[in-house]
């Protein structure tokens, strides 16, 4: 039986955790270590190597290793930040098909998406050899203001790597179930997540076993990487100073003076003063060796970086103003990511929430240890699904409605119901026109901007896996809005005897099912009977769950197994039986002793109580960005605005501007900017096979849909017919099926070491 993790896919590192023996822990290699670099390196030997020795060959053979790709991953080429990263990178980048960011090492051409499955590869590895058994599936997390991009590119590495991706999670939701999970308490927490190549900050309401994400926010080129390069721009500018020669014209020179920089961060979390000597990185006239020794101040660090820990707390006031809250609204601060350990990190998140800020659990293992707590809630709570193809994407969805809105009891009103006729861009057949009918002013039309190139991928309509009951008619038609009202937030809160593990009401969407069932586990399953808690007398307090799940160095603090939620049924001790009383035997003697009678054994003490269960988490997250599409003017029309609790849709209906015009194409961009070309492109929704009819009479209903991973769906039908469309988007970079088939195969036939 094949064993399922939860991983941190880090920039700068990565870890893999388990629970195991009733445990929520980081799994270590052979040397200890459970920080896994998340660095690649392509030996000449055709070996390729990963971890902490592919970090120790970036000074070796920097052409050679790649590192740091988490910040590149699912960005198009023309990106402001993939030609500044292209800038300072010693190892190649290039331009790949559909805008895709594309490596070169050893003459042989990978996707970023190939080099973090060499990265998941190592950690699956790592797991293997830790649990004694194979492991197949896997909770993989990412920061929450990843775009559809982003994530669509990691779980295309889990692929790759092999694994069976059961959920893309976001870190910071990841860390609040490690910290919040078996709590019984109401807490509102925010976690502050600076990480080595992104930063995010995500405010969390915990109620029980919900998790309810308030807002989000982040930054996705803003992180440890950072601090590293602001101390090698000061340490090249001494160089230049003392020898006349600046180390940033040599790419190899550089990766050494940035190697020192990253040692010199580590020493200042700890000591008020570092020193680094460089020997021989460079040579000047006459092959005359150049070095240096540097001495930085924690004083100074901490002016030299002051403007990037700055930005973070700008992004802090946006989720806060998100969510309608201050700092001060918050009962607990928790610290994720690397660069948390910087002492002045520490000491402005105090001084901002007015609080110390938790960091009782490693900020490095946290998020990993978060996701194998969900890995394990997912797979033990149902049956094993087949493994869908790997090209296609598919949620559940109850009318519409997405897992997390159904259980919170959120009632949606029909987005088609919204006619307002306006404008959008479209391509197609004979015609350059297309009509968006979503207002009320009389149609316009304008031409359209050529098709965006790019891989085309094959979404995936409305899945069967979910069996929905028939939902009730409809509210009226009104604004499109997800909430979650008063009502629905006392039944999240409701104790163990009103609502057994997560059975939350439906309202106003459809009827509460049998006692004993669930719609629907955190992965969209239906939850077992047996899972369920032992029903409680009115008179019995509600079991009261098990302390907070930590890591493995404070194994005293974490619940044993039997107290993860629905993660396990055990069965109670059996009750102990009295034995009876001892039969006394004859003696030799002259005469024969009777037997004493025997007496009846005692009737037996009262079995004790199977210990408290705690439910499954329910996690209510959110879309980071709001999903929109261009309009006349070069305008966005917001389909799903940013913090909708996922899964989540948007309908619109896209009208024919002209006679017997047969294709539709309609860019979709992710972002907050009014202007459509201020926010990231993900790439062109086409919808093909219309039928051939006068002008505006057929309307294609377009549902935009979000799912649990926040990644995009798209799925039409004709109005008038009621017949599926077809309805495709092309992702800027995305691999189709059979590339990364190509790329799984490819790497099956390398050595990772």
């Known amino acids: 039986m094949s064993a399922v993790v939860g991983i941190d896919l880090g920039t700068t590192n990565t870890v893999v955790a388990h629970v195991r023996d009733g445990r929520a822990v980081a799994l270590a290699d052979e040397s200890g270590e459970r920080l896994i670099p998340s660095v690649v390196s392509f030996h000449p030997s055709g070996q390729v190597v990963v971890g902490r020795a592919a970090k120790e060959r970036r000074l070796q053979d920097p052409q050679n290793t790649i590192y740091s790709v988490k910040r590149l991953i699912g960005r198009p080429w023309a990106s402001e930040d993939v030609q500044r990263a292209r800038e300072r ?93 078996g709590k019984s308490n109401d807490e509102r927490i925010a976690i502050y997540d ?40 000061r340490i090249c500018e001494a160089f230049l100073r003392q020898h006349r020669y600046d180390p940033r014209g040599d790419l190899q020179v550089f990766e050494h003076i940035r190697a020192a920089a990253e040692t010199i961060k580590h020493r200042l979390s700890q000591d008020t003063q570092a020193t680094v000597s460089l020997r021989e990185i460079a040579f000047g006239t006459g092959g005359h060796p150049l070095g240096l020794d540097y001495t930085l101040s924690r004083p100074e660090l901490e002016k030299l970086i002051l403007p990037l820990v ?17 700092p001060r609204d918050f009962d607990q601060v928790i610290l994720v990511g690397g660069s948390t350990r910087i002492p002045m990190v520490r000491q402005r998140v105090a001084e901002f929430f007015g609080r110390e800020p938790l960091a009782r659990v490693s900020p490095d293992e946290v998020v990993a240890i978060g996701a194998a707590i969900q890995a394990m809630a997912l797979t033990s709570q149902e049956p094993r699904r087949s493994q869908h193809d790997p090209g296609e994407r598919k949620i559940p969805t109850l009318s519409g409605l997405g897992e997390a809105a159904q ?22 057949g004979g015609s350059r026109n297309a009509t968006l009918i979503y207002g009320g002013a009389p149609p316009m039309q304008h031409n359209l901007p050529p098709g965006l190139p790019g891989a085309m991928t094959d979404r995936a309509p409305n899945t069967a896996d979910y069996v929905a009951p028939e939902p009730p008619p409809r509210p009226p038609a009104g604004p499109t809005k997800l909430s979650l009202g008063a009502e629905a937030r006392s039944a999240l809160a409701r104790p163990p005897e009103e609502s057994p593990v997560a059975v939350l009401p439906l309202i106003g969407v459809a009827p509460e099912p049998p006692r004993g069932t669930l719609p629907t586990s955190p992965s969209g399953g239906e939850i077992p009977a047996a899972a369920l808690p032992p029903p409680q007398s009115p008179e019995a307090p509600p079991a009261r769950p098990s302390p907070r799940v930590t890591t493995a160095d404070q194994a005293a603090d974490i619940p044993p197994l039997d107290l993860i939620p ?31 009678p025997v007496v009846p054994p005692a009737a037996p003490p009262p079995a004790p109580a199977p210990p408290p269960r705690v439910a499954a988490p329910v996690l209510i997250d959110v879309t980071p960005l709001s999903l929109s599409v261009e309009t006349v003017g070069g305008y966005c029309d ?9 899964p989540c849709d948007g309908t619109r209906i896209f009208a024919t501007a002209s006679n017997n015009q047969r294709v539709v194409r309609v860019r979709v961009a992710q972002g907050e900017s009014k202007r459509f070309g201020e926010n990231t492109v993900l790439g062109e929704l086409e919808l093909t096979g219309i039928r051939e009819a006068a002008r505006g009479e057929v ?25 599926e469309a077809q309805a495709r988007m092309k992702l800027i970079g995305a691999q189709d099926s059979a590339s990364t088939d190509a790329a799984r195969a490819r790497q099956e036939r390398q050595v990772v070491v």
């Not at 700055?310 to 201050?326: I, K, M, P, Y």
């Not at 259980?407 to 197609?428: E, F, H, I, S, W």
């Open 89 to 181: 990178a010693p190892f190649d980048l290039r331009e790949g098909p559909g805008h895709a960011v594309m490596v070169v090492a050893r003459g042989e051409t990978y996707t970023l998406s190939e080099i973090s499955a060499y990265v998941l590869r190592k950690a699956k590895s790592v797991a293997e050899a830790a649990l004694g058994q194979p492991v197949e599936r896997a909770v993989i997390t990412v920061p929450a203001n990843f775009n559809d991009l982003q994530r669509a590119a990691t779980k295309v590495a889990g692929r790759v790597a092999g694994l069976e991706v059961l959920r893309i999670l976001n870190e910071p939701t990841a860390a609040a179930l490690a910290y919040g999970y």
């Open 194 to 233: 600076f990480g080595g190549g992104t930063f995010d900050v995500t405010l969390l309401d915990l109620s029980g076993h919900v998790f309810e994400v308030l807002a989000t926010a982040g930054d996705t080129f803003l992180g440890g990487d950072d601090v590293d390069l602001a101390i090698a721009d």
């Open 310 to 326: 700055d930005r973070t707390f700008q992004v802090c006031r946006e989720a806060l103003r998100t969510a309608g809250c201050s």
């Open 407 to 428: 259980k919170a009891g959120r009632v949606r009103t029909d987005p088609a119901a919204l006619r307002q006729p306006t404008t959008a861009r479209g391509l197609g």
């Open 566 to 596: 629905a993660l396990t049924s055990p069965a109670p001790p059996p009750l102990p039986v009295a034995s009876p009383s001892p039969v006394p035997v004859a003696r030799k003697s002259s005469t024969v002793a009777l037997p004493s």
């Open 638 to 646: 917001t389909i799903i605005a940013r913090n909708t609790p996922i």
């Open 699 to 723: 309307e294609i209903s377009v549902t935009f849909e979000i799912d649990t991973d926040g990644l995009l769906q798209v799925r039409a039908r004709d109005i008038s017919t009621g017949r």
